[in-house]
């Protein structure tokens, strides 16, 4: 009996340390309850992909410095692509992402145009293609696009 006690203890124990010890693959991190992994780029991206919500626990977020290519809403705990600002969908939960007064000062990202406004990045081949992607239309101003086609 002694001895089938000290077995299924041992049993127990290990099972508890596998749990404990389970590595995420490659890329992953572990989830604060230690049930699942996250992929590390979808830390602090205002969605939970934790059960746990640890990959978006506001103090860690607070600390994270967003992967390159990303940016940090001003909330300073959110970060998104960086191409996901200034282009008229609102991506970060404070709405910063879509602000006129830092969006005026942005640089649209490679292959991205600015409109006429000076708020509002669209893509570059969006310039011109008889579609108002400009909330002011500038990209499809006539004396521009002619002059293109020219
Ligand atoms: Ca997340
Ligand atoms: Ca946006
Ligand atoms: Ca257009």
Redesign the pocket.
Known sequence: MTKILFFLTVVVVLAQCEEENYTCPSGFEKCADNLGCFHKFKKCNGHNDCADSSDEDPDMCREYTCPPGSWKCADNVQC?PDY?????????ADNS??DPEMCIDYTCPYEHWKCANNVQCIWLYSKCDGDNDCTDGSDEDPEMCNQRDK
């Open positions: 998104v996901y600002r200034c282009e008229r969908d609102i991506d970060c992402d879509e």
